[in-house]
């Protein structure tokens, strides 16, 4: 019952959100976003007591900070999408829309990750250590990551491999995803547009980044119940947040370092799972005390001219 009254609400609250707080093709004003963020936020966190009720102070402390963490590391996704949306010179108008699918194909495909990982780890405990050290490299990677090459979405491999199906068009043809173009030899042939294009791009975004962010919820808790609800409720709210940040991720300056930070203690965490026991409510303080002081200290280091509004 209690699983299937989480279904029940995750689908009510994506439907709400993809199918009507953003009915229509528009632009996303930074009051819009910033009211949706807190309201998703809130909804998150409010979703503690739920997991107290069911459970105990231990699965609520476990809970929050799982979502905590995975809220987080979704900003990684804003930075990515941004990057995206810029390369594929997608539409004001059309970034909600493709928001939508992307937070819908994120939901989905963490999901069934979650079920496999946990599958996993219930045959295979050793497992366990393959996932710490999985974070441990994405941590490193992060902190001695190169900021001035960014991804490029041409060269996607999934893009190469939609380019084998189906001929890409360089220009939109308004809300549709394949449109018709005369060939040389005048003959009207079906023909990918960028649209489709980024759709597949963000797709094969949120498969790295679940493989990414699963196995550090992981580290926190390996309760079904627990990891499903955190990064379901801390995906809900992704769009919104897209919308609010996106345009100023450049300016935390400090917060790439404060997640690799988190992520390389998650991952020696679960290297040393068998021998040191952590309990979860210094998991909680860790994270939100690293995250909150890589923002603090970004917020300082940018000078104030940059902190204002274009």
Do not use: C
């Not at 007591?49 to 102070?57: E, I």
């Not at 939508?100 to 069934?112: D, E, K, P, W, Y």
């Not at 649209?195 to 949120?206: E, G, P, R, T, W």
């Not at 627990?226 to 919308?243: E, H, I, K, Q, W």
Request: net charge positive.
């Amino acid at each position: 019952m209690v699983w299937l009254g989480l279904a029940a609400a995750l689908v009510v609250l994506a439907v709400l959100d993809l199918f009507v707080l953003h009915r229509g093709h528009h632009e996303v004003s930074v009051r819009e976003a910033a009211i949706g963020t807190v309201g998703w936020t809130v909804l998150g966190l409010t979703f503690t007591g739920v997991v107290a009720l069911l459970g105990d102070r231990e699965d609520a402390t476990a809970y929050v900070t799982g979502y905590l963490l995975e809220k987080t590391l979704s900003l990684d996704n804003v930075a990515v999408f941004a990057v995206l949306f810029a390369g594929f010179g997608v539409p004001e108008l059309l970034r909600s829309r493709l928001l939508s699918i992307g937070v819908l194909a994120a939901l989905v495909l963490r999901i069934v990750f979650i079920a496999a990982g946990l599958a996993v780890l219930d045959a295979v405990h050793a497992v366990l250590y393959g996932f710490g050290a999985l974070l441990v490299f994405t941590g490193l990677r992060m902190l001695f990551k190169n900021d001035e090459h960014e991804p490029r979405p041409a060269d996607s491999r999934a893009l190469r491999l939609l380019g084998r199906v189906v001929p890409l068009s360089p220009d939109y043809d308004g809300q549709r995803y394949v449109t018709r173009r005369r060939t040389g030899a005048g003959k009207l042939r079906r023909h990918a547009t960028p649209l489709l294009a980024a759709v597949i791009a963000l797709a094969a975004a949120d498969v790295v980044f679940a493989v990414d962010s699963i196995p550090a919820v992981f580290g926190v808790t390996t309760e079904p119940f627990l990891v499903v609800s955190a990064n379901a409720f801390a995906v809900l709210g992704l769009r919104p947040t897209y919308f609010l940040l996106a345009g100023a991720m450049r300016r935390f300056v400090h917060l790439q370092i404060g997640l690799a930070i988190v992520l390389l203690g998650v991952g020696a965490k679960m290297l040393l799972a068998d021998v040191v026991h952590i309990p979860t409510w210094l998991n909680l303080a860790g994270v939100i005390g690293i995250i909150g002081i890589s923002i603090a200290t970004s917020l300082l280091a940018t000078p104030t001219a940059e902190r204002q509004p274009a």
